[in-house]
């Protein structure tokens, strides 16, 4: 049921206007109703985009100009979760564990440790051999998470010899497996 029945339907009691289709206060009902009926889906709209919680196109491109940097995401999930976590940020998110559940609620899977040496991190990525994909991005968006007074060193994961005397390779392994020299490297 649209605007145009529901007006309808209030007035008809009345029993005063010819609400008849095709009658002059049956069509201005029908052009009232078709636009609230208009307005009423576009408000559904711009509820919907506003809240992060329901937002799905422009309301997430909205919330994301917010910051500096475009958080890394894949789906709509994700970036919702990414701008939640940086909307979270604030003057007591700075321990280790706020910093790292902001950089992975920003879709970054890595995590920061603190150094022995005072006022320095190491950032690994455990789930990643090698350097992750879209690391500038990524680089980035940890860069403006942790703190500017703390020195950063990324810190990524290759095959060890200790591991491939532990796994047991051999040359005729690598070689019966086609590896190249770099995917060797990200055997781990």
Same mark, same amino acid.
């Given at each position: 049921?649209?605007?145009?029945?529901?007006?309808?339907?209030?007035?008809? $009691?009345?029993?005063?206007?010819?609400?008849?289709?095709?009658?002059?206060?049956?069509?201005?009902?029908?052009?009232?109703?078709?636009?609230?009926?208009?307005?009423?889906?576009?408000?559904?709209?711009?509820?919907?985009?506003?809240?992060?919680? *329901?937002?799905?196109?422009?309301?997430?491109?909205?919330?994301?100009?917010?910051?500096?940097?475009?958080?890394?995401?894949?789906? *709509?999930?994700?970036?919702?979760?990414?701008?939640?976590?940086?909307?979270?940020?604030?003057?007591?998110?700075?321990?280790?564990?706020?910093?790292?559940?902001?950089?992975?609620?920003?879709?970054? =899977?890595?995590?920061?440790?603190? =150094?022995?040496?005072?006022?320095?991190?190491?950032?690994?990525? $455990?789930?990643?051999?090698? !350097? $992750?994909?879209?690391?500038?991005? !990524?680089?980035?968006? !940890?860069?403006? !998470?942790? $703190?500017?007074?703390?020195?950063?060193?990324?810190?990524?994961?290759?095959?060890?010899?200790?591991?491939?005397?532990?796994?047991?390779? *051999?040359?005729?392994?690598?070689?019966?497996?086609?590896?190249?020299?770099?995917?060797?490297?990200?055997?781990?």
């Amino acid at each position: 049921m649209g605007y145009s029945d529901y007006l309808r339907n209030l007035l008809r $009691p009345l029993g005063v206007y010819d609400l008849s289709d095709g009658s002059l206060s049956g069509s201005e009902l029908d052009a009232l109703g078709y636009g609230l009926d208009r307005l009423e889906g576009r408000m559904d709209y711009v509820e919907r985009e506003s809240a992060l919680a *329901t937002a799905e196109g422009e309301g997430l491109d909205r919330w994301e100009t917010l910051f500096a940097r475009t958080p890394a995401h894949y789906s *709509t999930a994700l970036r919702r979760a990414a701008i939640a976590a940086l909307l979270r940020i604030d003057e007591s998110c700075f321990t280790l564990s706020a910093i790292n559940d902001t950089i992975s609620g920003c879709g970054v =899977k890595a995590l920061v440790q603190e =150094k022995e040496a005072f006022g320095y991190v190491r950032v690994i990525f $455990p789930e990643v051999a090698g !350097i $992750p994909e879209g690391f500038e991005q !990524i680089r980035d968006i !940890i860069l403006d !998470i942790i $703190p500017a007074h703390l020195d950063v060193e990324f810190y990524f994961r290759y095959l060890t010899w200790a591991e491939c005397e532990a796994f047991q390779y *051999t040359w005729a392994i690598v070689h019966e497996r086609e590896y190249t020299w770099y995917g060797f490297e990200l055997a781990v």
